[in-house]
Antibody, heavy 119, light 110 residues
Framework: EVQLVQSGAEVKKPGESLKISCKAS????????IGWVRQMPGKGLEWMGI????????RYSPSFQGQVTFSADKSISTAYVQWRSLKASDTAMYYC????????????WGQGTMVTVSS | QSVLTQPPSASGTPGQRVTISCSGS????????VNWYQQLPGTAPKLLIY???QRPSGVPDRFSGSKSGTSASLAISGLQAEDEADYYC???????????FGGGTKLTVL
């Protein structure tokens, strides 16, 4: 079964760092993009960016450039998004999704990781 | 504020046909294909339509997509209670060099 399984919910304080993961299984991890999408409480979907695990080619949304860092470990078919210094405004659900080359249609989604940043 | 415009809400009764619009510009819908996503309450989004009008395996043919110029539409025929969800359009945007999501449309089945 093709699936993406994300790491569990996190509760952090402002200024702390965080790295959440997205483990792929059931397909060749290096042949598809992995995208990250933010959904703030009660709000719509926001595209954060994508990474191509084969060569770590990365594209960031202007809104997230410099705020997060994407990475991927081909040896364990896992993608990551990392924050160096969290803010309360980073509180949101974060989804990873598999992106088809060309259309960047996200056909497989992870279950989401809820990140809460509060003092 | 998204560069794509969707109506915030839509509604219909069971069995009806409803249409959700997505208006963009030459840098997104006008020059790229459109994907649509369905997000049921409390769940992750799901790909509903890709490349303007293609349905992934398992998506009922009650769902259809179309595109004309800088606008796209999602149509749902034979509306069912289980279709109550948020719907998002999402093309690539050449100016932003990334995917853009519409603001989302909340569909209510009356």
């Amino acid at each position: 079964e093709v699936q993406l399984v994300q790491s569990g919910a996190e509760v952090k304080k402002p200024g702390e760092s965080l790295k959440i993961s997205c483990k792929a299984s059931g397909y060749n991890f290096i042949n598809f993009w992995i995208g990250w999408v933010r959904q703030m409480p009660g709000k719509g979907l926001e595209w954060m960016g994508i990474i191509y695990p084969s060569d770590s080619d990365t594209r960031y949304s202007p809104s997230f450039q410099g705020q997060v860092t994407f990475s991927a470990d081909k040896s364990i078919s896992t993608a990551y998004v990392q924050w160096r210094s969290l803010k309360a405004s980073d509180t949101a659900m974060y989804y990873c999704a598999r992106g088809q080359t060309g259309t960047i249609a996200f056909d497989i989604w992870g279950q989401g990781t809820m990140v809460t940043v509060s003092s | 504020q998204s560069v794509l415009t969707q109506p915030p809400s839509a509604s219909g009764t069971p069995g009806q046909r409803v249409t959700i619009s997505c208006s963009g510009s030459s840098s997104n819908i006008g020059s790229n294909t459109v994907n649509w996503y369905q997000q049921l309450p409390g769940t992750a989004p799901k790909l509903l339509i890709y490349k303007n009008d293609q349905r992934p395996s398992g998506v009922p043919d009650r769902f259809s997509g179309s595109k004309s110029g800088t606008s796209a539409s999602l149509a749902i025929s034979g509306l069912q209670a289980e279709d109550e969800a948020d719907y998002y359009c999402a093309p690539w945007d050449d100016s932003l060099s990334g995917v853009v999501f519409g603001g989302g449309t909340k569909l209510t089945v009356l």
